[in-house]
């Protein structure tokens, strides 16, 4: 059986930085001054919600029974209370003080809302509103740091894929002193190894890697490795029965960006950019018995962005962006089938651009490309033995630029898409009974936060899925959060830790890994958690 396409390329850059307590809670400050704080604590941890003088919004999701809330008002005669509303009703309420103070609160189950009446000296109230769930959906084990590395500008990845035993490996780049290392980690019957060094090659940094694990639990990365030359060489490790192979040289090209994907029948395909003067070219190259073959030429002249996908006998899938002139980029696709590449097929001609295109396919090669228009939409298209369909329903929701898609592929042909929609993320399913989308999803609301982005989602083999992103709540906080669909519906985002930039995969039984970066004043560090489905 195969697994399930899990896929977070080419993110867009979240700059995180000094990383704070985590905020977790939905909260309209109004753009008032009636408080100067108002802070919650929920499991022992501090959670900064609003000052006063913004009007920043975050999710309140919890397990936890209890909370400390503590309040103060900008006029210390000022009256504060709360009130605990469920459908509406008050089911809880009492006195916080004069001018504020803390108290200890219990949080009903389901949903609900905490509110903050504030009434200043004058008569004037103000009301806070903090929306609450108290989460039933499979839990996430508790945030492990697996390495830390001094505080550099480069550092890449992390990426993740996941075996049909919800076994995993991480790969990520790593700046070591004045050079950045690929670095591999596994997790193995819910235990989480030791990282260990892919390659040792000090010439030049070794950046972009990439990751495709089999149902077995074997693996292949790819990675781009600088020479100090005009010509950065690709690179990769294979991952046999528990064992790392050396770095094995597939192009000493100019190669940059690699992606890789590997069927249960041991082939792989990677594909990537090739600078060719001011143009670039798109190439690839197929693992078979263990070795790699002489690279081959997709596209010439001004073709970036490749994206791979395989099948179970190892027919594979490529998709890329190629730049026609200004303003004009089209969507392109190149099929392998029998170990032949069938040559570059126009997949969408726009007036304008069609960019950042990913591809996942079923175990049989049926699959479902997507990608980002320039008038502000998103383009897809099913893959149906052999042929390329237009899907029906609507994808996008219409509200504002659609960008960043990502998309998985389940094994019954269903697909989940992701995507950023101005300040709001979305998702949509198609059903491969049908051939549709369903029609968007909003996941979140993120128009309090500065950013909300690195979109990652995997889905099981009953179509189930999980999505992963990043938002920066407040200056200097970035936060990892995860969002679970289970029969069309999505839960309310449960923080995953502190950092961002992360990926998530998940098995056919519905096992999810998740990892990212957290940052401090002086240091990166890699940080991993993981969740089992519900029995």
């Not at 041991?266 to 950019?273: D, F, T």
């Amino acid at each position: 059986m195969s697994f399930p396409q899990t896929v977070r390329f080419r993110s867009y850059a979240l700059a995180f930085a000094v990383a704070l307590a985590p905020a977790i809670m939905q909260v309209s400050c109004e753009g008032n001054t009636t408080l100067t704080r108002l802070e919650v604590e929920v499991d022992g941890l501090d959670r900064i919600v609003c000052f006063a003088p913004s009007s920043r919004s975050y999710q309140f999701s919890t397990r936890a029974d209890d909370a400390i809330l503590t309040v103060e008002a900008a006029q210390p005669g000022a009256t504060t209370v709360y009130q605990w509303l469920v459908d509406g009703s008050v089911v809880d309420a009492g006195l916080i003080g004069s001018g504020g103070g803390t108290l200890g609160l219990s949080i009903p189950d389901g949903t609900s809302i905490l509110r903050i009446n504030v009434t200043a000296t004058e008569g004037n109230l103000d009301r806070y509103t903090v929306d609450v769930t108290k989460l039933d959906t499979p839990e996430w084990a508790a945030p492990q740091v697996l390495a830390t590395w001094p505080r550099v500008i480069t550092n890449q990845g992390p990426r993740i894929g996941v075996d049909d035993a919800g076994n995993a490996v991480a790969v990520w780049s790593q700046r070591n002193g004045l050079l950045s290392s690929i670095y591999a980690v596994r997790f193995t019957a819910g235990t989480w190894g030791a990282p260990e060094l892919l390659e040792t090659n000090d010439t030049g940094n070794a950046l972009t890697p990439a990751i495709a694990v089999a149902p077995n639990g074997d693996a292949l990365v790819v990675w781009s490795q600088d020479t100090l030359t005009s010509n950065d060489e690709i690179h990769a490790s294979q991952l046999v029965s528990g064992v790392w192979s050396g770095p094995e040289l597939i192009s000493a090209l100019a190669g940059f960006d690699p992606q890789v994907a590997l069927a249960p029948n041991g082939q792989g395909v990677a594909v990537w950019q090739e600078r060719v003067g001011a143009a670039k070219d798109i190439r690839a190259s197929r693992l078979d018995s263990g070795n790699w073959g002489t690279a081959e030429l997709l596209q010439e002249d001004f073709a970036e962005s490749p994206q791979i996908a395989i099948a179970d006998n190892g027919d594979a899938v490529a998709v890329w962006e190629r730049r026609l002139g200004i303003g004009n980029t089209d969507a392109y696709v190149d099929r392998l089938v029998s170990g032949v590449w069938a040559g570059p097929e126009l997949l969408e001609f726009t007036s304008g651009t069609s960019t950042d295109l990913q591809i996942g396919l079923t175990p049989n090669g049926d699959g479902v490309a997507i990608w980002e228009q320039s008038n502000g939409i998103l383009g897809s298209k099913r893959l149906v033995s052999g042929t390329w369909l237009f899907p029906g329903g609507q994808l996008a929701a219409g509200t504002a630029t659609a960008r960043f898609p990502r998309i998985s592929v389940s094994e019954n042909g269903d697909a989940v898409a992701v995507w950023d929609e101005g300040l709001s993320l979305y998702a949509n399913r198609l059903l491969g009974s049908t051939g549709g989308w369903e029609g968007p999803s909003l996941l979140v609301n993120a128009a309090g936060s500065s950013n909300a982005g690195d979109l990652s989602v995997g889905v099981d083999a009953q179509g189930d899925a999980v999505a992963t992103y990043t938002v920066i709540e407040c200056p200097n906080l970035a936060t990892m959060y995860v969002t679970q669909m289970t029969s069309g519906e999505w839960s309310v985002p449960e923080r995953l830790g502190t950092g961002g930039g992360g990926e998530v995969a998940v098995d056919p039984n519905g096992n999810a890994v998740a990892v990212w970066f957290g940052l401090t004043d002086t240091e990166y560090s890699l940080q991993v958690s993981h969740r089992s489905p519900t029995p």
